[in-house]
């Protein structure tokens, strides 16, 4: 199941509405309720290359593209049928 724009809009808005205060857990529970059927993984910032579709708080969150037998981190919103929140380490 792709991402929708209105998918898209709410993501931005949750995002934008959490800011800073944004933790990992709230953030994937919050998805999970916002976006559901759509896949989500997690991981460690570290782990990821590609710059974020968005960012709040210590959380970066990417596009992915499940449709296929491997999944793959894409900037394209049109591809995009799954997201990753990627956790940043604290200082």
């Keep these: 199941m792709a991402l929708s724009e209105s ?3 709410r993501i931005d808005a949750l995002v934008a509405a959490l ?3 944004a933790r990992p ?3 994937g529970v919050a998805l999970q309720r916002l976006v559901p059927g759509v896949a989500l993984r997690q991981c460690d910032a570290s782990d990821v290359l590609e710059d974020p579709f968005r960012s709040a708080g210590p959380c970066d969150l990417h596009l992915l593209d499940v449709s ?3 999944i793959k981190v894409t900037d394209d919103p049109a591809e995009a049928s799954g997201l990753l929140l990627a956790e940043r380490a604290q200082p």
């Design 25 to 27: 857990q709230m953030l």
């Design 19 to 21: 800011g800073d205060g």
């Design 7 to 9: 998918d898209i809009a």
């Design 68 to 70: 296929s037998h491997c």
